[in-house]
């Protein structure tokens, strides 16, 4: 017999299945279309009888991706605007356990929680936990700046799915005093900018920060001229807000991918979270070091080699010597007080470091060197220390597990903690990105044990390890990797140097 499950909008059917029961594509607010396209969320109707919950619901509307689709990251299934659902796995009805919150990356433009590789089926049942996936709206949709009301949409769906779990937590076997968030890249990106928001305060006791980008937001002024340019594409200007609900989707795809095509961008991606005073009043750094969340306990870590995964792409394949000072003197506008002699200095010491270490030091590896260390490992460093003043319950973590992808070339890259974070490493495409057999396993469920243990009882030391708090003196961070340990300070001349070249953001 399916599982029924009683909800405040109504009756739900799920499946069940290994011990474990499903409720999938449950609708945490109406459908955002019509008049509510570029509007804020709002509350689903009730339904009459019982709803089937025994598949996911639609994709947000995206373009096919060739690195995303590579990485079974691309949704295979429906898209459409009416996206706003999540999912919800637990191992029985009744009990107060511990929920998390997963919230997907896709650089803000792509990904899914309908994909293989978040089934969250073996972390609920062995980590005796409830987890919930969601879809928020991605790309022009949920992240272009449109003026007060209409910014930053994405978060506030978040919010929204956020608001529904602490009000149906229990009717799932979930505690909504115990709700940890945790996220990946613009997942986890996202993340650090619901720390920084009044609106979620309070909706969250835990958060595990992974691969995300702290720094990663956009003024109003740097998102204003972004969507003007997509606007314009579409024969648009900014007050046209009533003409751009009636755009046809498929025509307000096409301009946002012509825009991308346009880039790059000095901070990366085309659309993220912007610092609008109102749903976002502070960068995610700034609220760090003024104590905004502080009573959040925290988790946050990187890959080792975050940005080996963009090799897949090419991303540094025509880079010579003479442009990686250029391009990164760029990225370092309003980081550093003298961006070009900074990006020199940066240049010439990454160089230095990795050919001390017997690495790749040319002009490709150096690039993805610095990339890695700009746009995340040294602003999550950042992050753990501005928390950790203000909650001394925060931790830090560098995975170092190696791809065997590309005869190892892409390392311990973006995105491939992924199928670990999950147990997943059997999901389409995970053997030859991730790897097969005991020893992946056996990472896989010390990653997993961490995990869940900080949700249901706040320390995240994994069995048989002692994984000490972080602070600016020792700098403990838990490897996990070929080998599970606690370092201190590991890569620490990388940070020091990223500490002097540039000033407090």
Not at 213 to 223: D, K, R
Request: charged share 20%; proline share 9%; aromatic share 6%.
């Amino acid at each position: 017999m399916r599982p029924v499950v009683e909800t405040a909008s109504g009756r739900l059917r799920g499946v069940e299945r290994d011990g474990v029961r499903a409720f999938l594509g449950i609708p945490y607010a109406a459908p955002p279309v019509g008049p509510l396209r570029f509007a804020a969320p709002v509350p689903p109707d009730a339904w009459a009888g019982e709803r089937d919950a025994g598949a996911f619901g639609p994709a947000a509307p995206q373009q096919p991706d060739a690195l995303v689709t590579r990485l079974g990251l691309f949704p295979e299934g429906p898209q459409a605007e009416d996206c706003l659902t999540l999912n919800v796995w637990t191992p029985a009805a009744g009990g107060r356990r511990a929920v998390m919150v997963w919230l997907h990356g896709g650089a803000f433009v792509g990904g899914s929680a309908g994909v293989p590789l978040y089934d969250g089926a073996r972390l609920a049942r062995e980590g005796d936990v409830v987890v919930v996936t969601l879809n928020y709206r991605i790309g022009a949709l949920g992240f272009l700046a449109l003026g007060p009301g209409r910014t930053n949409l994405g978060l506030l769906d978040q919010v929204a799915a956020l608001a529904w779990v602490r009000r149906h937590a229990a009717a799932f076997g979930g505690d909504p005093e115990r709700v940890t968030v945790f996220g990946e890249s613009a997942g986890a990106g996202s993340l650090c900018a619901l720390l920084a928001m009044p609106r979620a305060r309070g909706l969250f006791a835990r958060a595990i920060v992974q691969s995300g980008a702290p720094a990663g937001v956009l003024s109003v002024a740097e998102a204003g001229e972004r969507a003007a340019k997509l606007l314009a594409k579409l024969g648009l200007g900014p007050d046209d807000g009533p003409r751009l609900a009636a755009v046809p989707l498929a025509d307000l795809l096409d301009a946002q991918e012509r825009t991308l095509a346009e880039g790059p961008f000095a901070k990366g991606m085309l659309f993220m979270p912007v610092v609008d005073g109102d749903v976002l009043p502070q960068a995610p750094l700034a609220a760090a070091r003024a104590g905004t969340a502080r009573a959040v306990e925290l988790v946050v870590g990187t890959t080792r080699e975050e940005m080996h995964l963009f090799q897949l792409a090419g991303l540094g394949d025509r880079l010579s010597d003479p442009v990686l000072p250029l391009v990164l003197a760029a990225q370092l506008a309003g980081e550093a007080a003298d961006p070009a002699a900074a990006a020199e200095r940066l240049v010439a010491e990454t160089r230095r470091l990795l050919a001390a270490r017997g690495e790749d030091a040319g002009a490709a590896a150096v690039f993805y060197a610095l990339q890695t260390e700009l746009g995340l490992r040294w602003p999550s460093i950042r992050l753990a220390e501005a928390h950790a003043a203000h909650q001394p319950a925060t931790w830090m973590y560098l995975f170092t597990w190696p791809s065997p992808q590309g005869g190892g070339a892409l390392r311990a890259c973006h995105a491939l903690d992924l199928p670990f974070t999950f147990g997943t490493l059997d999901a389409p495409g995970m053997a030859a990105f991730a790897g097969s057999g005991p020893a992946p396993e056996r990472l896989s469920a010390t990653l997993r044990a961490a995990w869940t243990a900080f949700a249901r009882d706040g320390d995240p030391s994994p069995p048989g390890l002692s994984w000490p708090r972080y602070d600016r003196r020792r700098r403990a961070t838990l490897e996990l990797g070929a080998t599970c340990r606690v370092l201190d300070a590991p890569l620490d001349a990388e940070r020091a140097l990223w500490a002097e070249a540039t000033a407090p953001a």
